[in-house]
């Protein structure tokens, strides 16, 4: 699985060396500081510099290195384009998602899904302040429900029904129907379960 992840990254910096940087940063909706080499991409609540020539994506806040799940997203969107795209401000589920997503979905909503269901079924106060903490803000759909810019152009909407003594609890994770032109499928799962893993490892923070 390493060796995976590594020639993952490997392709993905191999294929930014091929786009054009001033494209990217049109369509993408970020920053491209051509005589540093690097890229400015809003991700969550902060920012991250991909260094073209150092090949590290890094948090501008602390100057982290991001990881490997992260980088790996953060390259895939740069570079998955493959012409300019709005959003099409329609939410859909993973299901609705061409090329794959409701063969995917079972396992998604067992590992994502279910996931979230746990640590916030029923607690949506929880889920509202480790939203905040990612930058999130606040819905319409569900008993609670919170959107976030993952990247500029990959918005999610997790919405959670809070269960009771009668129902169980129940939630979902929303995509806009243009994610599949930004990201392919594996991508398009990938980011959801990260923001689930950054929600949920919040989560047990503060309980």
Known sequence: ????????????????????????????EVTYLKEEGLFLVPHLNENYIVDCNNKTVKSEKDGSIAGTELTILTLHYLTFFKEKENLAHKWVSLKEIPNGGILFYPAFYADTIKSIIKAFGNNTELFQACAK????????????????????KIPICVVIW??????????????????????????????GSYLA??????ARKKT
Not at 2 to 26: C, D, F, R
Not at 162 to 191: C, W, Y
Not at 197 to 202: A, P
């Open 133 to 152: 903490e990612l930058g999130g803000y606040s819905g319409i759909f569900g008993t609670t429900s919170a959107l976030f810019h993952v990247f500029p």
């Open 197 to 202: 893993k950054r929600l949920i490892f919040l």
């Open 162 to 191: 809070q269960g009771d003594e009668e129902i169980p609890a129940n939630a979902t994770v929303m995509f806009d129907k243009s994610v599949s032109r930004f990201l392919h499928i594996e991508s398009i799962i990938g980011v």
């Open 1 to 28: 699985m390493k060796n995976n992840y590594l020639v993952a990254i490997n392709e993905g910096w191999q294929t930014l060396s091929l786009k054009n940087p001033e494209q990217i940063a049109e369509f993408m």
